[in-house]
């Protein structure tokens, strides 16, 4: 198990920094910084970014061959996607910056710290139900 976790950390770094290129681009694009259409934003770049991983952790960090249920994966992204969103949403819009920290830069602390929340739910739920043994 410590050997996958590492994996779907690695997995999980690539997925990252695919994940704040796109919601980076999507704000840059849209110039928003907070509110509802923030978490319309989030939720493109989680989206896309989950895809990625699916097949990264279908092939590598767990290595299943046979199908592998997309419709179990998808669920417990959505989950994740959820409560990535929500923390990065609530942070954004409610939480005023701290130290004077730019609108673009709090935003990306909101995503780091929803990434890293919403990382551990992923792992446990594509561990013991998506790609169980």
Same mark, same amino acid.
């Given at each position: 198990?410590?050997?996958?976790?590492?994996? @779907? @950390?690695?997995?999980?770094?690539?997925?990252?920094?695919?994940?704040?290129?796109?919601?980076?681009?999507?704000?840059?694009?849209?110039?928003?910084?907070?509110?509802?259409?923030?978490?319309?934003?989030?939720?493109?770049?989680?989206?896309?970014?989950?895809?990625?991983?699916?097949?990264?952790?279908?092939?590598?960090? $767990?290595?299943?061959?046979?199908?592998?249920?997309?419709?179990? $994966? $998808?669920?417990?992204?959505?989950?994740?996607?959820?409560?990535?969103?929500?923390?990065?949403?609530?942070?954004?819009?409610?939480?005023?910056?701290?130290?004077?920290?730019?609108?673009?830069?709090?935003?990306?602390?909101?995503?780091?710290?929803?990434?890293?929340?919403?990382?551990?739910?992923?792992?446990?739920?594509?561990?013991?139900?998506?790609?169980?043994?």
């Amino acid at each position: 198990m410590k050997k996958q976790f590492v994996k @779907f @950390f690695i997995v999980g770094i690539v997925n990252t920094g695919l994940d704040f290129i796109l919601f980076n681009f999507l704000i840059w694009l849209t110039k928003i910084y907070q509110g509802e259409w923030l978490g319309l934003l989030n939720f493109i770049a989680f989206s896309l970014a989950t895809i990625n991983s699916y097949f990264l952790n279908k092939f590598w960090t $767990f290595k299943k061959k046979e199908s592998s249920p997309f419709l179990k $994966f $998808f669920l417990i992204s959505l989950i994740g996607c959820a409560i990535n969103t929500s923390i990065v949403y609530y942070i954004a819009t409610f939480v005023s910056p701290f130290f004077n920290v730019s609108q673009l830069l709090w935003v990306n602390i909101a995503k780091l710290l929803a990434i890293l929340i919403s990382m551990c739910w992923n792992f446990i739920g594509y561990k013991f139900w998506v790609f169980q043994k």
